[in-house]
T-cell receptor, first 110, second 114 residues
Framework: SQQGEEDPQALSIQEGENATMNCSYK?????LQWYRQNSGRGLVHLIL?????REKHSGRLRVTLDTSKKSSSLLITASRAADTASYFC??????????FGTGTSLTVIP | EAGVAQSPRYKIIEKRQSVAFWCNPI?????LYWYQQILGQGPKLLIQ????????DSQLPKDRFSAERLKGVDSTLKIQPAKLEDSAVYLC????????????FGPGTRLTVL
């Protein structure tokens, strides 16, 4: 399977703390994206990092990509209760579609 | 700009019954995707359309699932007959033809097969 795998499966932190989740994948990729999914709602695109990039920032989000290790990490700084959601990485292998990982369930406790 | 619309939001059926889901993509988006998301897993692509043509349906269980996008806009996904393992959320997404990395997702239809 080309699907990524997120780690940890579940994460619980206090509001204001940082949250880090990781994604590992198996094959070479064109790019990798992170998505957020709130309970009972659709997926929302957070950030895209291309294979020739190593780090990218967007607001409180920081994404890193290590193609040699076939892994990526998503860091959410100064977390808020509203960040409670499931986070998925999605890898683009073919340039035409991408494959979602299994997700990390993040709970931010107020 | 209106988002991707899906209906119904919830559906409960008995096994062996049939069910259909509807999706209306964002205006101007030529590419439309149907994903299946089983509880606790990430979404899995079932079928991808470019206008009214199928780009990829390699993961669509064609013995029971079918999808169409006759006029290149709205799409329907049908399951006939449904099995217990089809219980999942069915997500529709759309994108511009040359921006497959910028997919916009609808809220999904939660299917429960009893």
């Amino acid at each position: 399977s080309q699907q990524g795998e997120e780690d940890p499966q579940a994460l619980s932190i206090q509001e204001g703390e940082n949250a880090t989740m990781n994604c590992s994948y198996k094959t070479s990729i064109n790019n990798l994206q992170w998505y957020r999914q709130n309970s009972g709602r659709g997926l929302v695109h957070l950030i895209l990092i291309r294979s020739n990039e190593r780090e990218k920032h967007s607001g409180r989000l920081r994404v890193t990509l290590d193609t040699s290790k076939k892994s990526s990490s998503l860091l959410i700084t100064a977390s808020r209760a509203a960040d409670t959601a499931s986070y998925f990485c999605a890898t683009d292998v073919t340039g035409n579609q991408f494959y979602f990982g299994t997700g990390t369930s993040l709970t931010v406790i107020p | 700009e209106a988002g991707v619309a899906q209906s119904p939001r919830y559906k409960i059926i008995e096994k062996r019954q049939s069910v259909a889901f509807w999706c209306n993509p964002i205006s101007g988006h030529a590419t439309l995707y149907w994903y299946q998301q089983i509880l606790g897993q990430g979404p899995k692509l079932l079928i991808q359309f470019q206008n009214n043509g199928v780009v990829d349906d390699s993961q669509l269980p064609k013995d029971r699932f079918s999808a169409e996008r006759l006029k290149g806009v709205d799409s329907t996904l049908k399951i006939q007959p449904a099995k217990l393992e089809d219980s999942a959320v069915y997500l529709c997404a759309s994108s511009y033809r040359d921006r497959v990395n910028e997919q916009f997702f609808g809220p999904g239809t939660r299917l429960t097969v009893l």
